[in-house]
């Protein structure tokens, strides 16, 4: 995750009222039952569509190959490197990862990655790079060694264009200074920092402890060696987690000043994730509670002069993802909010996604499957989607609504080559979302007013046509 780790709690230093520097909050927090019932719906995060629970094994290794060879070289690429370990697991975690305490299986993951850039080099002509992305697990468990050998791979297989992003995401307690001398050294120029929430208790609760001295220390580690972009990752929903904890936290962020926020309600998805039934459900807020915490985290991050963009992210105006919301060309990839407008992502590294023109490629989720195909001398493709025109402009549809909350549904259908008359049966499910004013229609153009943003999701979910036969996903609010 830009979306997507976890923090600790600073006491100390506390501003003595922190509820004081929220502005009113511009929405109401007393939830109708039937806002209740769809803010506790299932639906997708809608970081791709169709998601990735529709992948199957029809797309593999040699399907993924295809598609690289069938890249231009004039088409400009995403990379995605995943780090599948951690030095300690987090209740609340939904990621790829492992705990390690070991270093072998670190060196082994290692050296496949470097096979990997070079097998993924050779079989497509594709060259520049514009966006770089480590994630995670904790990507620092490589080392600066090993993550600057990477980087070194990567720069010798493609060209890296001038001005490019490269980014990361850091747990804060394993940043150093001489760590972050090394991702400037090998041209990191934004780094992520997971600060679910700064309060010892909820911390306690979800298995993350790290006083805010530690992410105050890790903000200048990077800041001094030229790293200026920071971004933090907070949550709501979590455990024994008040209302004032959360504005607490988000006093406590804002006074480090980092350039973005991505602010996420913590999904409870133990049949998914098992460790996180060591959380107490108990705990956890209900849909309204939910909905209120977020209400209050949008008030006291525009309070801080954070702009928000689409469902969780918030910037300062200045930022490039701030420009871009405002100029409506901002992006949704499987990273969460970006700016980033590839012709293809790539994803190295075990469970990475990629998306080329012709569709969604999946790596091996397990590390040892992931391990094995690289050995072979494969594509680590295990399942992915070929994508046809209707998921083109259906996908088109619901990045509008999730980035700017509202989609043009002709002019998305010409744009495709399709009729406009693909939308009419979603046009009426809509009917229901207007009558509670979270959606608003003029003509076939589709907007979610201030009233409906919260449940953008659900919104978006009416133009999946995939939906029905989906697996199980988090809670839209």
Same mark, same amino acid.
């Given at each position: 995750m830009t979306g997507q780790s976890g923090l600790a709690a600073c006491v100390n230093g506390? #501003?003595?009222?922190?509820? =004081?520097?929220? *502005?009113p909050n511009p929405l109401s927090t007393d939830l109708p039952a039937k806002r209740i019932e769809l803010a506790e719906r299932a639906v997708p995060r809608y970081t791709s569509y169709p998601t990735a629970p529709y992948f199957g094994p029809e797309v593999d290794g040699a399907t993924c190959r295809g598609w690289l060879e069938a890249l231009s070289p004039?088409?400009?690429?995403?990379?995605?490197?995943?780090v599948p370990f951690c030095a300690a697991m987090c209740a609340y975690c939904g990621c790829h990862t492992k705990v390690v305490a070991r270093d072998a299986p670190v060196r082994a993951y290692q050296r496949r990655l470097l096979a990997e850039i070079d097998l993924i080099a050779a079989a497509t002509p594709a060259r520049t790079v514009r966006h770089i992305h480590w994630g995670g697990g904790t990507p620092s468990m490589l080392g600066a060694e090993g993550l600057a050998e990477i980087a070194g791979r990567l720069g010798r297989r493609f060209t890296l264009e001038e001005g490019h992003e490269h980014a990361i995401e850091l747990d804060p307690r394993q940043v150093t200074g001489p760590l972050a001398d090394a991702l400037a050294g090998m041209g990191v120029t934004r780094a992520s920092l997971g600060v679910q929430d700064l309060n010892a208790h909820v911390q306690t609760a979800i298995g993350r402890v790290q006083p805010y001295a530690v992410v105050e220390v890790a903000v200048a580690a990077l800041r001094g060696a030229g790293i200026g972009a920071v971004a933090f990752d907070l949550m709501y929903g979590l455990p024994h987690q008040s209302d004032a904890d959360l504005v607490t *936290?988000?006093?406590?962020?804002?006074?480090?000043?980092?350039?973005?926020?991505?602010?996420?309600?913590?999904?409870?998805?133990?049949?998914?994730?098992?460790?996180? !039934?060591?959380?107490?459900? =108990? %705990?956890?807020?209900d849909a309204a509670g939910r909905f209120r915490q977020a209400a209050l985290a949008r008030a006291a991050l525009a309070g801080l002069g954070y702009q928000p963009i689409g469902l969780d992210h918030f910037a300062l105006p200045a930022d490039p993802m701030a420009v871009a919301a405002r100029e409506r060309h901002l992006r949704r990839n499987f990273q969460g909010y970006t700016t980033d407008a590839p012709d293809a992502l790539i994803g190295f590294g075990a469970s990475a996604?990629?998306?080329? #023109?012709?569709?969604?490629?999946?790596?091996? #989720?397990?590390?040892?499957?992931?391990? !094995? =195909?690289?050995?072979?001398?494969?594509? %680590?493709?295990v399942r992915g989607l070929a994508l046809s025109q209707e998921d083109r402009v259906r996908a088109a549809v619901i990045e509008r609504l999730m980035c700017d909350f509202a989609a043009d549904l002709d002019a998305e259908a010409d744009r495709f080559g399709l009729p406009a008359s693909l939308f009419d049966a979603d046009m009426e499910r809509l009917v229901a979302l207007e009558d509670e004013g979270l959606v608003a229609r003029e003509g076939r153009r589709v907007t979610v007013p201030e009233a409906g943003q919260p449940f953008v999701r659900v919104v978006a979910s009416v133009f999946d046509a995939h939906l029905a036969r989906a697996g199980r996903h988090s809670t839209a609010v």
């Open positions: 506390q #501003p003595p009222n922190a509820m =004081a520097t929220m *502005t004039d088409d400009h690429l995403s990379i995605y490197l995943h *936290t988000i006093t406590l962020a804002g006074a480090l000043r980092p350039d973005r926020i991505a602010l996420f309600g913590y999904a409870h998805v133990p049949w998914f994730k098992t460790h996180q !039934r060591l959380i107490d459900t =108990a %705990a956890l807020p996604i990629g998306r080329l #023109p012709q569709g969604f490629v999946q790596n091996a #989720p397990d590390i040892a499957g992931y391990q !094995r =195909a690289i050995d072979r001398g494969e594509p %680590a493709t």
